[in-house]
């Protein structure tokens, strides 16, 4: 899985737990957020860099912001 994949993946769940809470109304706050908690802890654990394994954190950029390595979002 490429790490564009893995982010789509996590903000998948993450967008989708913000969602549960919005529209759900209150029985689905505890589910909601436990969706919200499974999304972040997603992205910390697959969206790392590819050399040094630091998180890319929320705003990734071309590099990584620990060790300056070029992240390819592409490969797998
Ligand atoms: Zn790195």
């Known amino acids: 899985m490429s790490l564009r994949k893995r982010r789509r993946l996590s903000m998948c ?17 505890a589910p909601g957020a ?24 929320n705003d990734p950029g071309e590099f990584c912001k620990n060790c300056g390595t070029e992240i390819d979002y592409k490969a797998k």
Do not use: H, S, Y
Request: aromatic letters at 4%; a neutral charge.
């Open 34 to 57: 436990l969706l919200v908690l499974a999304g972040l802890a997603l992205d910390v654990l697959l969206v790392r860099c590819p050399r040094c394994g630091a998180w890319l954190g």
């Open 13 to 29: 769940v993450l967008a989708g737990g913000i969602a549960t809470m919005v529209f759900a109304g209150e029985a689905a706050m």
